[in-house]
């Protein structure tokens, strides 16, 4: 779900960034009072996500605009199908037409991209695909949305959502294990700890210290299977993430092996954007 006091401001500023000087086309080509019916259709097989936005954007254009939704969000819908319809001015509709599509194109194109990280799991698999925080700089509320509409799952949202320890907080920290019992000491008590560790005695570390959550960074698979195996002997409750380097070809491979997460930064900053057209027809 879309909160409006958090999806508004998002929408307002794109709209400034388009109409800050008005709309010159739409106000010397078409009468103020023209209405149209215009028509958004998907021009290739795609997972429909941003529903909510693309409404939203013209409401705040104009109150008196009419939105149906034909496909919900999640669907994957089939080249061609028309997903929604707006009915009203014509100026509002050729207004909000970019900004609106903008939204969509750039959700539904990381709804597909999840779907097909999911789809690659083998059947029946506990492994959880995940995002990242590589996400546009303000758009990671629609960008995690997305992740969730194509089937898979948030990473932290913010910096105070967990304790992450990466690379850098190791270096300046002084080490594997003072960072986690830093941590340990003077984190809220309902946060897990994860770890980024990069070979093998890393993890010892990491498990030594009493990591929660270990990810092993820009492992290969052979070396994924080892730290697995080694992880689980050690000790079981321990949960692994694969990150780095993670592809839809992987995928199988890595959730066979055994890791509870893979994280994809590249569901949120490589997505392609999908292709959605919105069709005018004149009242």
């Not at 999840?114 to 506990?126: F, I, N, Q, T, Y």
């Not at 698979?221 to 000790?235: F, I, L, N, S």
Request: charge should be negative.
């Amino acid at each position: 779900m879309l909160l409006r006091p958090l999806l508004d401001p998002l929408i307002e500023r794109a709209l400034l960034e388009d109409l800050a000087g008005g709309d010159l086309s739409a106000e010397a080509c078409v009468d103020s009072d023209r209405l149209a019916t215009a028509n958004a259709l998907v021009k290739s097989p795609t997972v429909v996500c941003g529903g909510a936005v693309f409404r939203r954007v013209f409401e705040l254009l104009d109150a008196e605009v009419r939105f149906e939704e034909l496909v919900p969000d999640g669907t994957l819908a089939p080249a061609g199908t028309l997903i929604w319809r707006l009915v009203g001015s014509a100026r509002s509709l050729l207004m909000g037409e970019r900004t609106a599509l903008n939204f969509v194109q750039r959700m539904s194109g990381t709804a597909n991209l999840a779907r097909a990280a999911v789809d690659a799991l083998p059947a029946g698999s506990k492994t959880r695909i995940a995002d990242t925080r590589k996400t546009t700089p303000g758009l990671r509320l629609l960008e995690r949305y997305a992740v969730r509409a194509g089937g898979a799952n948030n990473h932290r949202d913010q910096l105070g959502s967990a304790v992450m320890i990466k690379d850098n907080h190791i270096v300046a920290a002084g080490g594997i294990r003072v960072a986690i019992e830093r941590a340990r000491a003077r984190a809220p008590h309902t946060s897990r700890i994860e770890v980024e560790v990069t070979n093998m005695a890393e993890l010892d570390e990491a498990i030594d210290a009493k990591a929660d959550i270990v990810m092993l960074d820009n492992f290969d698979d052979a070396g994924t299977k080892m730290a697995v195996e080694h992880a689980r002997r050690r000790e079981p409750r321990l949960l692994i993430e694969s990150s780095g380097n993670i592809t839809v070809e992987r995928i199988r491979r890595l959730a066979e092996i055994g890791v509870d997460v893979i994280s994809i930064g590249a569901l949120t900053h490589s997505a392609p954007a999908a292709d959605i057209s919105l069709n005018f027809v004149l009242a």
